[in-house]
């Protein structure tokens, strides 16, 4: 495993200076890898797309759709014996209804039911929001020698936003382990003893 350290960048322009600033500071081609990351849910993870087999805030949600059937089927019993009694149906009509209010309390119990048990699942502590990897430029820099939290404060001098360090695999000049569906674990900034 090999120390890494990776900053996002708005643009290929402004990455590829800062790819330059790090060559000057040393840095071989070979230790530097320049790749865009896409937006989340757009890795193609899957052949009809997107990045997990199933939402993780869904997992619950077919157990609360079947209890949703079942409450929803019996209320839509009562309201259709209810109307059939207060409306004294014919035999085929009282049928209908029957059958037309079973089905639909049974419709919307299995939605209440499934929403009520979808979640959302992890959440960042600091801002509360779900923890993903941003679209954007990824420089990543194989720290083979020095200090990687120089490289981390170098990147956040040339404008990278999400810098992040990473102990990987570097194969042939690039980030070979790198998963776009992992969200970054942020470098300490020196400094101020804060993760950027």
Known sequence: MSAIIAGRFDSFSTAETMASRLKAQGFADKDLNLFYVNPPGQHAAYPLGGDHA???GARKSGIGAMAGVLIGAAVGAAVGAALISAVSAAP???ILVMVFAV???????????ALALARNVRRDPLTGQPPVRNAGVVLAAHVASGSPAAVADLLRQGGAKDVERADGRWV???WADFDPTVPPVPAENPR????S
């Open 54 to 56: 199933a939402d993780a």
């Open 92 to 94: 085929p009509l009282s």
């Open 172 to 174: 042939d000049g690039r």
């Open 103 to 113: 089905g639909l309390g049974a419709y919307l119990g299995s939605l209440a039911g």
């Open 192 to 195: 101020t003893r804060e993760y």
